[in-house]
């Protein structure tokens, strides 16, 4: 890999949100060109913090790709589209299906009609998530397992991978598609619960607060940490006979909530947490237990992940404990993060 992507050309849509940046920095390790577009769109994770060390290194484009004419500007020439545009919040497509809409389907077709148009070269890594399965019929879920969102985001997820291959289909473009699961780390928004429960937890806990768990806490999850993350783009971008194969990535194994957060808190040494009654809109579109399958993806390119959750909790810990004074947390994390 660490010839691979020397001298690459490569453009990142979501480049300054918490996975997009992680993969940038990887990339610009590694002697790649970098190209970041990114809308900075509040509600979605973006911002320029993200990239602090490697700003000069690359060539960002604060730009929305819904407008057509803004993404044709930076796709031709590309050897690599690295795809993590979109929004990830549940309850807020439920509460605001159009703006959903907007930022995971339109923006899809954007990007997508500029390759076919401008330049379909490149090679496309589509990042979609574990939402699209629904509740789980049997675990751990496979890329076979039955398709049945519970929420809009969902749904529009799911619109968004067959708008990926249906032009791959029809106009050859390249393309992998890899199903996300609770992915966390550095660079992780952690100012709400918009992007993952985990990061609102470890921003009331380095706060000093009391978290709370939706639910007896009983539900299983399974956990990626944001390196091995990258590693799987990297590996399905560079390797040709995988293209249009969608792929579940997946942790070390699935923990209870309780049990992550009895973990969260002995690895930041103290911290407390409360069980609660789902909200009724939260309730709705629970899942309950999920973990994924993840043979597919090991047995095709070798991909395991390769950070355990102990491992990667105290990581992403200390990159919030170095960034966000206990004093000035909330100021920090407004501003940054």
Known sequence: ????????????????????????????SLGAKVQIIDALVPESGGNLFNVQGIENQIDIHIADVRNESEISSVVKGQDYLFNLI?????????????????????????????????????????????????????????????????????VHKLA???????????????????????????????KDSRQTFLGWWIHEMIGGNEFQIFGNGDQLRDFTFVEDAVQALLLTAQREEINSQIFNLSGDGPV???GLAKLLIRLHGSGSYRLIPFPEDLKLIDIGDY?????????????????????????????????????????????TL
């Open 160 to 190: 968004g991978e067959w708008y990926h291959r249906i032009y791959a289909q029809n106009y050859d473009l390249r393309v992998c598609i890899l199903r996300l699961t609770n992915t966390y780390g550095p660079r992780m928004r952690i």
């Open 86 to 154: 979109g929004q990830n919040s549940h309850l807020d497509s439920m509460k605001e299906p159009h703006a959903d809409l907007e930022l995971n389907c339109r923006s899809q077709l954007s990007i997508l009609e500029a390759c076919r148009k401008i330049d379909p070269s490149p090679k496309i890594i589509f990042t979609s998530t574990r939402q699209i399965y629904g509740r789980p019929e049997s675990l751990p879920v496979h890329e076979c397992h039955p398709l049945l969102p519970v929420d809009i985001n969902g």
């Open 256 to 258: 209870s909530l309780e």
């Open 1 to 28: 890999m660490n010839d691979s992507f020397q001298n690459k050309k490569i453009l990142i849509a979501g480049g300054l949100g918490f996975i997009g940046s992680n993969l940038a920095r990887k990339l610009v």
């Open 291 to 335: 973990y994924a399958d993840a043979t597919k993806i090991n047995s095709m390119i070798g991909w395991r992940p390769k950070i355990g959750l102990e491992e990667g909790l105290l990581k992403t810990l200390r990159f919030f404990k170095a960034h966000l004074k206990q004093d000035q947390l909330e100021q920090h994390v407004d501003a």
